[in-house]
């Protein structure tokens, strides 16, 4: 028995309307322009400290 209540809204209903209430109160006016960062901080640091490491042993191995 796979009868949906007609009543009851789907995800799609209630994304769809969702979508609305934010176009009508502004809340979505530059949402598809905002990029979010591709790394974190912790990410950076780690990667600039293995360079860093990188570079000293490269140095001490020329020495």
């Known amino acids: 028995m796979t ?4 009543a009851r809204p789907t995800s799609t ?13 502004g809340l979505d006016q530059d949402l ?4 979010p960062a ?3 901080v912790f990410t950076v640091a780690t990667l600039g400290i293995m360079l860093v490491v990188l ?3 490269a140095i001490w191995i020329m020495l």
Request: aromatic share 4%.
């Open 32 to 35: 598809e322009s905002q990029v």
């Open 3 to 6: 009868s949906e209540d007609p």
């Open 55 to 57: 570079i000293a042993v």
């Open 38 to 40: 591709r790394y974190g």
């Open 13 to 25: 209903d209630i994304d769809a309307r969702n979508r609305h209430l934010a176009q009508e109160a």
